[in-house]
């Protein structure tokens, strides 16, 4: 766990924030963390660290989305850090390969954006998600296979979301993606 929690703290104090807002957002984690030992897991039922990641096709024209059951929406795939995870970046890569079925993901270590929101999750209670967002990409040719978690996955263009997409966090993320 020691590992994970670390590995969350140094992303964080990594980070170079694009916004105050972000920065802030940033600072908040950072302090959580240094309160919360098992902040990354899920038995922290105040809140906890998530990992989810912008996956995008291997030409960045594609992203693909889940639509997630419990929040009945189009987002990025992602989500609770196990205690097997011995990095976020580990547990960002492995939630995306679970939830895309695409196993040879490439991905970007450095924090891509935060994000914090309250929820129910698998606690059965009210909790707050801290997510720490990553890149990755794709190679040419990968297919999906969807998985338990989603009522359905697919690639969507990057300009072109659905209706029922988080379309704000979705082209921020594709933003800063590009930037990169």
Request: charged letters at 25%; one cysteine or more.
């Amino acid at each position: 766990m020691s590992t994970l929690h670390d590995s969350a703290r140094e992303a964080l104090e990594e980070f170079a924030a694009p916004t105050a807002e972000q920065d802030s957002m940033r600072h908040a984690m950072l302090a959580f963390l240094a309160a919360a030992p098992n902040g990354c897991l899920r038995a922290c039922a105040a809140g906890h660290i998530t990992a989810s990641s912008l996956l995008l096709s291997h030409d960045g024209t594609e992203v693909l989305l889940t639509l997630h059951p419990r929040v009945g929406r189009w987002i990025q795939l992602g989500g609770h850090c196990e205690e097997d995870d011995r990095t976020i970046q580990d547990a960002a890569l492995r939630e995306a390969r679970e939830e895309s079925g695409i196993h040879d993901l490439e991905l970007d270590p450095a924090v891509l954006s935060l994000h914090t929101h309250p929820i129910t999750c698998s606690l059965g209670q009210p909790t707050r998600h801290l997510d720490m967002r990553f890149l990755i990409r794709a190679p040419r040719g990968a297919r999906i296979t969807r998985s338990h978690e989603s009522t359905a996955l697919q690639w969507w263009p990057v300009d072109d979301l659905p209706e029922k997409a988080e379309h704000h966090t979705i082209t921020e993320m594709v933003r800063l993606a590009r930037a990169r």
